[in-house]
């Protein structure tokens, strides 16, 4: 189903959409011949957090980026939406596009979506890379706590029901401006264009459900996280890359993982490096795929 999208672009990005549990989710891809790539967004972002990373990684790959249910061109969250529901509509993505199993990428609120569907589904997963991200249970909900540091004031603004709508509807660019500022190494790497991107997207009626919802399962599934980390640990391949959170990531994907985590900090770069350091993350994240898919041999190849 291909999708029109009101949003600045690339013409070399194609714009669709699919089918998910009653709803549309949209997605980008670009490249054309090389094992699959699939990046997933945090907060306070889209599928344009990936709008500078993208052509860097489709030289060499096919590449995916989708707007998670309730953010950006993708339809609005259901009452329940949580982190085993956007696994559930990762699957159904991954399903769809055919493509073999995919190098999974995930960063800030996405990580327990993205850690669920390849614990869940590891055969659709090559590889998994945790970008500047944590999990429930394994210390992320300590972010909530405005008295320890660093404490997040957002996360419970954002949690709290009707909350989100009462003090941003309006306020959009202004609120996002200040998130990317303060947690950026250099504020610009986010310019005007991807705050105004950004903007119209959240603009949008509901379109802080999304967010919402997932803050929330945060908040109440680190029980269930840790439940099935000590059930399914990880077993393909994983790279943590931390940037502002430091060692964060990779302290808990190795505790979530079977194997050994290979691990690249991004010195002087802050929560974002899609956006502030394209250039080094797809440098940190073709070597890992590259040396994942030489590993696997005839197996990757046979979806390039």
């Known amino acids: ?29 670009a490249g054309t011949a090389g094992s699959p790539i699939l990046l997933v967004h945090g907060f306070p972002e889209t599928w344009w957090a990936f709008h500078k990373l993208l052509p860097l990684l489709a030289e060499h790959h096919r590449v995916f980026a989708v707007d998670l249910r309730g953010f950006g061109g993708s339809r609005g969250a259901m009452q329940d939406y949580d982190s085993r529901a956007v696994a559930e509509d990762l699957h159904r993505l991954v399903a769809h596009l055919d493509v073999g199993p995919v190098h ?16 869940t589904y590891p055969e659709q997963v090559a590889s998994f890379t945790g970008i500047e991200m944590g999990l429930a249970g394994f210390g992320l909900e300590a972010l909530a706590d405005v008295t320890l540091h660093p404490g997040s004031w957002h996360i419970g603004v954002l949690a709290a029901p009707k909350i989100p709508q009462l003090l941003l509807a309006g306020r959009e660019e202004a609120f996002l401006r200040f ?4 947690m950026s190494a250099a504020a610009e790497a986010v310019s ?13 009626p509901g379109a802080w459900e999304g967010a919402a919802k997932l803050y929330r399962s945060m908040l109440r599934e680190g029980a269930d996280i840790r ?23 990779a302290t808990t994907m190795a505790k979530v993982s079977a194997g050994t985590v290979r691990s690249v900090l991004l010195d002087g770069v802050g929560h974002y490096p899609a956006l502030e350091a394209p250039e080094r993350l797809a440098q940190a994240m073709l070597a890992f795929v590259a040396e994942v898919d030489a590993s696997r041999g005839d197996i990757a190849s046979a979806h390039s």
């Open 179 to 182: 998130m990317f500022s303060s």
């Open 227 to 249: 439940a099935i980390a000590q059930d399914k640990a990880l077993t393909m391949p994983v790279l943590a890359v931390g940037a502002g959170g430091g060692e964060f990531t």
């Open 104 to 119: 999974l990428s995930g960063q800030d609120i996405a990580g327990a979506g993205v850690f669920r569907l390849a614990a």
């Open 192 to 204: 005007d264009a991807d705050l105004a991107e950004f903007a119209r997207s959240y603009s949008r």
């Open 1 to 29: 189903m291909d999708f029109s999208p009101v949003s600045s672009t690339n013409a070399a990005f194609s714009h669709q959409l699919v089918r998910s549990d009653g709803t549309d989710i949209h997605y980008v891809s």
